[in-house]
């Protein structure tokens, strides 16, 4: 157990369903951050989060929204996704922003059919 | 960043020590090296990280050459559940954490 969690573990969803992947850290950690891991690829950093405002967006595509209601909890919404969005989504946190001591979550495994 | 090197793959019999190679040759003076690894369908778990001196924690020990040009990651007693893939870093505090395709360590009985 890292202290975060990320749910479901598991989702397959249709091109044109909207979803959401939760992420949630028990570390008090000011710092959040989006990761997507695809079949045969390094990690991808998505989206960085410090103390609830988003500081950095990798050129990750619109139909990928980042929301941080407060510093313990991360969402990823989802919509009209493509097939290649098909991949392994980690959330980690860390102290602070930069801190490469980053305590990643279980990951969500999404399936867009 | 500064690139590494890291073998493809190792095998370590279970109960052995588990030494995991990284050359970084470009490395600046102000990075660091991490260490992580990824069981098989886990998220990244985050082992060490070192400046300049050997650094040991209740999971592994890292040893850094003095020419701080390469370093070796030391599972002291590896188990079967150390079978994972061991990432090696190399950046400044505040760069992105990037991870390239580090070293698959199988660990067998």
């Known amino acids: 157990e890292t202290g975060v969690t990320q749910t479901p573990r598991h989702l397959v969803m249709g091109m044109t369903n909207k979803k959401s992947l939760k992420c949630e850290q028990h570390l008090g950690h000011n710092a959040m951050y989006w990761y997507k891991q695809s079949a045969k690829k390094p990690l991808e950093l998505m989206f960085v989060y410090s103390l609830e405002e988003r500081v950095e967006n990798n050129s990750v595509p619109s139909r990928f929204s980042p929301e941080c209601p407060n510093s313990s909890h991360l969402f990823l919404h989802l919509h009209t996704l493509q097939p290649e969005d098909s991949a392994l989504y980690l959330c980690?946190?860390?102290?602070?922003?930069?801190?490469?001591?980053?305590?990643f979550g279980p990951g969500t495994r999404l399936t867009v059919t | 960043d500064a690139k590494t090197t890291q073998p493809t793959s190792m095998d370590c019999a279970e109960g052995r020590a588990a030494n995991l190679p990284c050359n970084h040759s470009?490395?600046?003076?102000?990075?660091?090296v991490y260490w992580y690894r990824q069981i098989h369908s886990q998220g990244p778990q985050y082992i060490i990280h070192?400046?300049?001196n050997n650094e040991t924690n209740e999971m592994a020990s890292l040893i850094i050459t003095e020419d701080r040009k390469s370093s070796t990651l030391i599972l002291p007693h590896a188990t079967l559940r150390d079978t994972a893939v061991y990432y090696c870093i190399v950046m400044t505090g505040f760069q992105k954490l990037v991870f390239g395709t580090g070293t698959r360590l199988l660990v067998s009985p």
């Open positions: 070192g400046l300049k």
């Open positions: 980690a946190s860390s102290q602070v922003k930069g801190l490469h001591e980053q305590y």
């Open positions: 470009t490395i600046s003076g102000n990075e660091y």
